[in-house]
């Protein structure tokens, strides 16, 4: 056992700096993939944890005439309410500082007792402190409002009050600003007036300083029991409303409920982002040093025939090859540890980062502790089979081996009459030469051609997510231009639809929400005017008839649906069967705050179908527009103008060229990642490469002292190192159109996940690119071992011999 100690320090003296080298490699790549998974957990939480941090609402209740005592006392009295709170919204608009052109700013809330804001949807304070309940003038602002206007806290601002009717009351108020931050709304907008409405959270004391007339609304936050029915509670408010006239004629209702579901499906990107870079990453770390742990145990076994004839027994051989294997992989643990503890400040990412509750240093104990003993595991167990082949190769086998085969390249390369220095190199590369010179190669190809391959999937998977963020066909926008009027109607007479023929297809439609097999589901209904305009179908046809229905992907796997079977739908009319006629992709399409529709989520009716329009004949709540090749000037301004032609001026109107829902401007957000991880794998592919490049020119010093003997000159050794480089480099290659495969099946996957058309691409400029990419890579990084092979000194080098 002595003598193998001998051994073991023997080497680790010879070889301790590549060993230490590779457990950097391992440290680093294995820390960063720690880091990328536990971002991921803290990604797809941090929403969660938000909303429990926040006591967020379930439901908003809104009397069109005012929440009064006795509707809130009998809400409050259901069973399946937890808590509730009442605010109001103040009919008022900044003066002071002047908003900019582009400033959206909705109406402010303020909180009729202590509950709304604090125990109830209490914000999370980015900056500063919660106003005080008692202070008519402290105020919270949010992000939004504070960019917009470039305050922050300790800043005042100057609003101008209004009557319900719009006309001024002649009053100011001045208000400052004590805290900055965020409810559940601006952490990730789903609807239009989360993206229009910037927050400005005021006081119980300012509620109470103003007059009813100043309310532009008043209703109840709700928060349900876990487990209670959203519909259900919906009947039974619309019952108790009938109970109170005074509280008007009209309930609106806002479920909260679908509002997790679309963040995190709009989270989602970042969270595979961050998984996929993780396990990309992972895979290719652990494949490529499982292949140079299989080298350096196959360069050590060079010595095993002294050894055995020393009388040393495979089982301490084996145990000598795996001491170093195992020593690196702790100190490359380790070094992990460290590297994804310091890394966690960086995640969350995305919408996320501003949802999360308790930001900074995070030590995700569950990834760490299987990180850990995976890595070990791995690559102790995976070193195990080449160390017992090494330790229990016998003498024949090793005279067999160094008189291996040579490589038909090298030899073609040699008859082709290509330079000394090249046939060399390429022989070099190819085979693995004999006894205390021999290199395995083989392991040197594998890990350059998996470096290859995940480099290739990652660009390919890139450039499908780039073209999917950028198509809107593909997210469900089958249309140039939408006019939105909200609550208003849009006169499409004005729009001379009929006789334009710039329009090639326009419709008309109205929102609504239903429910569809027991689930709250954010729906359109749709009118044909002219020719034909839809969402993205995947399956079906469009809705022709009032008793047909098409629905998302995701709604359709929550009720347990295909396309073909009938379906309860309940909405303003009594409960009714309808058929599936198809199965689409939506685009952002809701109505002020009320959860849209997005993706996977939503139904698309007939107008009739969907309980018909609430608007005059021929108004529509939006218009969808598409143009002709060349549409006229004409025909694009009365477009943008058709907002003018809104019955109510009350009402926002906006005309919107793209409609990508919260998950595509998502999406954009995470578009860097692939090529992020590509630059990760071309640094891995290149410091594996470099490895092994210097372990050839490190064994094979003998050869290299011989070719200086007869004759070669320092740049003739340099173009040999030069021509392995490259020679390796072209074998790499061969994994291109395995990592396109990859990169579009895993896209593909993606794709089907999400609901929407997948339609992979194979970006051939960065396919084409990548080939001279490698080889002038190989050669960069061939230059510092051909430096050392050129001041190979042959005398030191033979003297051994």
Request: proline share 6%.
């Amino acid at each position: 056992m002595s003598a193998v100690w001998m051994r073991m320090r023997a080497e680790a003296r010879a070889r301790w700096r590549g060993w230490f080298a590779l457990a950097l490699i391992i440290g680093v790549g294995w820390g960063a993939v720690m880091a990328a998974a536990a971002g991921a957990r803290r990604t797809q939480s941090a929403y969660p944890r938000f909303l429990a941090y926040s006591h967020a609402r379930d439901v908003i209740v809104a009397p069109d005439a005012g929440a009064v005592e006795g509707f809130n006392r009998d809400i409050l009295k259901l069973p399946a309410v937890a808590s509730a709170a009442q605010f109001s919204g103040l009919n008022a608009a900044v003066i002071d500082p002047k908003p900019p052109e582009q400033f959206s700013f909705g109406t402010p809330y303020m909180p009729a007792d202590d509950r709304y804001g604090r125990s109830i949807d209490r914000p999370k304070v980015l900056r500063g402190r919660l106003p005080d309940s008692g202070s008519a003038t402290e105020v919270l602002a949010s992000p939004g409002f504070a960019a917009g206007l470039d305050v922050d806290v300790g800043d005042r601002v100057k609003l101008e009050v209004f009557h319900n009717d719009g006309s001024p009351t002649g009053k100011t108020i001045t208000l400052r600003i004590v805290g900055v931050g965020v409810t559940m709304s601006e952490v990730f907008p789903i609807t239009s007036f989360d993206r229009v409405n910037p927050l400005l959270l005021m006081t119980r004391a300012a509620f109470r300083s103003r007059s009813l007339d100043e309310h532009a609304f008043e209703g109840l936050v709700v928060r349900l029991r876990p487990g209670a029915d959203t519909a259900a509670f919906q009947r039974r408010a619309e019952e108790i409303q009938k109970l109170h006239p005074e509280s008007g004629t009209q309930l609106f209702f806002s479920s909260e409920a679908g509002r997790p579901g679309i963040v995190n499906r709009a989270m989602q990107p970042q969270v595979a982002a961050l998984a996929a870079f993780a396990f990309a990453l992972g895979i290719t770390l652990l494949l490529v040093v499982t292949q140079t742990t299989a080298r350096q145990i196959a360069l050590a076994s060079t010595e095993h025939p002294t050894l055995r004839a020393l009388g040393t027994s495979p089982r301490h051989l084996i145990l000598a090859s795996l001491t170093p294997v195992a020593a690196t992989t702790l100190v490359g643990a380790a070094i992990a540890c460290v590297v994804a503890i310091a890394a966690s400040p960086l995640t969350p990412i995305g919408a996320a980062r501003i949802a999360e509750p308790h930001p900074g240093v995070a030590i995700d104990a569950s990834v760490l502790g299987i990180g850990v003993a995976g890595l070990i595991a791995v690559l102790i167990g995976a070193a195990i089979l080449p160390a017992r082949h090494a330790a229990r190769r016998s003498e024949r086998e090793e005279i067999e081996r160094s008189f291996a085969r040579s490589s038909r390249l090298a030899q073609g390369a040699t008859k082709a009459g290509l330079p000394a220095s090249a046939s060399t190199g390429i022989r070099m590369a190819l085979e693995p030469g004999r006894g205390s010179s021999a290199v395995p190669v083989r392991t040197v190809v594998l890990g350059a051609v998996v470096s290859i391959i995940a480099l290739t999937a990652a660009y390919t998977f890139g450039a499908s997510l780039d073209h999917a963020v950028a198509t809107p066909r593909l997210f469900g926008q089958q249309w140039d231009a939408m006019v939105d009027g909200q609550f208003s109607g849009i006169i499409t007479s004005a729009l001379h639809v009929g006789d334009d023929p710039s329009f090639e297809a326009v419709a008309g439609g109205s929102y609504s929400t239903i429910v569809v097999g027991g689930t709250v589901v954010a729906a359109i209904g749709i009118d044909q005017l002219r020719g034909s305009v839809f969402p993205t179908l995947l399956e079906g046809r469009a809705p022709a008839r009032p008793d047909e229905i098409v629905l998302g992907s995701s709604t359709l796997k929550r009720i347990h649906k295909n396309v073909g079977d009938d379906v309860d739908v309940a909405g303003d009319s009594a409960s009714r069967s309808l058929r599936i006629v198809g199965r689409s992709v939506f685009p952002a399409f809701g109505i002020g705050g009320f959860s849209p529709t997005s993706l996977g989520e939503g139904a698309a009716l007939t107008i009739e179908g969907l309980g018909g329009s609430k608007l005059p004949p021929g108004q529509y709540s939006f218009l969808l527009v598409r143009y002709t090749d060349h549409p006229s000037s004409e025909t694009i301004r009365r477009v943008n103008d058709a907002c003018s032609t809104a019955v109510s001026e009350e009402n926002l109107c906006y005309v919107l060229r793209r409609q990508p829902p919260p998950e595509i401007s998502s999406y954009a957000d995470v578009r860097n990642v692939p090529w992020l991880l590509t630059g990760l794998l071309a640094a891995l592919a290149a410091a594996t490469l470099a490895h092994g490049l210097l372990a050839t020119v490190r064994r094979r010093r003998r050869d290299l002292a011989i070719l200086k003997t007869l004759g070669f000159i320092r740049g003739q050794i340099s173009a040999t190192v030069a021509w392995q480089a490259t020679t390796l480099a072209l074998l790499a290659l061969i994994g291109i159109p395995f990592g396109v495969v990859l990169g579009r099946w895993g896209w593909t996957a993606l794709a089907g996940q999400l609901g929407i058309p997948a339609e992979p691409l194979s970006p051939l400029t960065a396919i084409v690119l990548t080939i001279p990419a490698a080889l002038i890579l190989a050669n960069v990084v061939a230059a510092l071992p051909a430096r050392s092979a050129a001041h190979t000194r042959p005398a030191l080098a033979l003297r051994s011999e």
